[in-house]
């Protein structure tokens, strides 16, 4: 997915993309609490705006939809300060979020705001950090928050900071995006999981059989989030029923994302409270 332009950087607002898990399995949990997986992430341009200005001090508004918790602890802020602790020249600013990308939806949206945090501070006060190190920094505020620095379809392993690039293109299919207005608790949700081997490695799939994946592709996380809210399962049923080539729970959910062949997305009316979002 292409990042705004050097130009763009200038003006200081960049859109900070959403992305979506192709697979996604829970292998082992580890000493330091988290879990060792394997997915692919893949991006979507569902986006936020992120605008950051100079100002006398540090402050921060949000609009668009309600972010839950405390603005301090807001991943862009949490980026400005990671970076703030090394580069202590680096000077006061004001950061704007508009928030569009569902949250606790299982599309990273606050991993990317925190990625576009860290990239946009270090191109306008050109901080020089290679991308090793943005990814390192990344890792620090999210799991998920590493591939938004390289933001291209990933194999990601470890935490899901491993990141190789892979040659995945879904041009040929367009998507929808299905948030039925459930959060789900990304912490809790892994507590609810058995860790074990998957019957087959996400590096083994053919990438290019996508009418394959309904059979072979799964989110480990799918079993446990369906058997609380069989919403969420119902989602991915009508999208089978309506044509999807693959259909899926991206993340620890909820939101539910379908592939269709290219222009055939389909009309379907799925209540007042759902959340739509096609990429045709
Ligand atoms: C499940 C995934 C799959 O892509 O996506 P989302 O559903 O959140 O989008 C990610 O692993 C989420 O990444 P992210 O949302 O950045 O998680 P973090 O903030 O690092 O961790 C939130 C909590 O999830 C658990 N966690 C997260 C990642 C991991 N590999 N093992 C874990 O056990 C930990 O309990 C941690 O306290
Ligand atoms: N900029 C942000 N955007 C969204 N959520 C944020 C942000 N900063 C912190 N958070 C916190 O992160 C949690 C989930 O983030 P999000 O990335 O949207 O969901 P998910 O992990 O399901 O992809 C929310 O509970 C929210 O309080």
Known sequence: MTRSTPAEADNMVVFPNCKINLGLHILRKRMDGFHDLETIFYPLPLCDALEIVHADELSFTV?????????????????????????????????????????GAGLGGGSSDAAFTLLLLNDKFKLGISEPQLIAYAAILGSDCAFFIKNKPCLATGRGEVLEEIDLDLNRYSFL???????????????????????????????QSVHQWKDVLVNDFEAVVFAEHPAIKAIKDKMYTSGAVYAAMSGSGSAVVGLFPKGQLPVIDWGAQYKVFEKQ
């Open 63 to 103: 609009s668009g939809i309600d972010v839950p918790g405390n603005t301090d602890d807001n991943l862009c802020l949490k980026a400005y300060h990671l970076l703030k602790k090394d580069f202590p020249t680096l000077p006061p600013v004001h950061i704007h979020l508009h928030k569009h990308i569902p949250i």
């Open 177 to 207: 995006v299905v948030h039925p207005g459930i959060h789900v608790n990304t912490g809790k949700a892994f507590g609810k999981i058995t860790p074990g081997e998957p019957a087959q490695q996400l590096r083994d799939l053919d990438l």
